[in-house]
């Protein structure tokens, strides 16, 4: 799956996204609304981690959605 995709039906990758990482708040998904740099920016606050590792996992989640 491609970044595009996700960023289109994001609503319905939320859940996934929050199984995923479950220290973000449904107001930190809603404010990602599909953005992939939103995102990397938000798990890096959130958990604490260098921006690599955040895109290594930003981008882990972006091969293994199933939607």
């Known amino acids: ?3 595009d995709q996700i960023q289109g039906k994001w609503k319905q990758f939320k859940g996934q996204a ?4 479950g220290d973000l ?6 404010k990602v609304d599909g953005k992939r740099e939103e995102l990397v920016g938000r ?3 959130r958990y604490g981690i260098a921006k690599d590792e955040a ?3 930003v981008k882990e989640f972006e ?3 199933n939607c």
Not at 18 to 21: A, D, G, T
């Open 1 to 3: 799956m491609n970044w």
């Open 18 to 21: 929050q199984q995923r990482w």
């Open 25 to 30: 708040t449904d107001d930190d998904l809603d």
């Open 43 to 45: 798990v890096q606050e």
């Open 55 to 57: 895109e290594k996992q």
């Open 63 to 65: 091969t293994s959605c």
